[in-house]
């Protein structure tokens, strides 16, 4: 079996390092055991590549990023490029990325900023797809979606097991709770609270995830128990402070609804709300 064909099967069964001879790797970055570089891929700077993490061509990395083990990077993405924020002035920021992260064309994820933090940071085991943007000082989990072309502003934190559909636009310093789901061509204002589904130009809460929480083999009793609480929280006409004490009172206190009701309470832009009566309501969306 050829390089070639280890690459693309995921394997490199020598563990050998493998450089394309048109690629153009920095003296100052690390490569681990079974690191796969392709033709036209330029790795520039302080870079570090985890074991049998593969770069197929025509990939960028520059900068202080980090990657983890078993990474894929598919052709014309770039990590750890400048900022498309006017306040950096060269600080020494960088990216971090964790294990097992499929990274398709085109996609780009920027470094972080001294006003942020200085790291954008990814997980383990997400599927960014083709042409989606990370910007600066971003913060995601492990097992997220991102679809085509969906877009990140900075700072933008996107807990675990997320979907993000296509094209959608998320304003910066917004939060996306944990297994929710942001349907395509979706404008993100606010926070998306956990378990829940979002969608819409200016996006509103449309029930919850329900065939995410059963992919996740959610208890039907925990299911129950968060249907309670966001229909307390979003469908009775309470003051988000009238439904947290209302949840808190009359929902069994497991651990989702304990992350809901907290999630929602720490929230600085403050989350999206369901339609109100006479408002669009795709009947797609319903529980």
Sequence with gaps: MSRQQDMHSGSNMEGEVFIHPLAQVSKEAELGPGVWIGPYCLVNGRVSIGTGTRLMSHVVLE?????GKDNVFYPFSSVGLVPQDLKYHGEPSSVIIGDRNTIRESVTIHRGTEGGGMVTRIGDQNLLMAYCHVAHDCHLGSRIIMANAANLAGHITIEDGAIIGGLSGLHQFVRIGALSMVGGMSGIPKDVPPYVWASGNRAYLHGLNIEGLKRAKFPAKTVGDLKKAYQLLFRSGYSQKEGLKAVRESVPSGPEVSHLLE???RSERGVLTAPRQGQ????????
């Excluded at 669009?280 to 529980?287: A, I, R």
């Design 263 to 265: 999630f929602i309470e």
């Design 280 to 287: 669009h309501e795709n009947p797609s969306f319903k529980e």
């Design 63 to 67: 900068g202080q990023t980090i990657i």
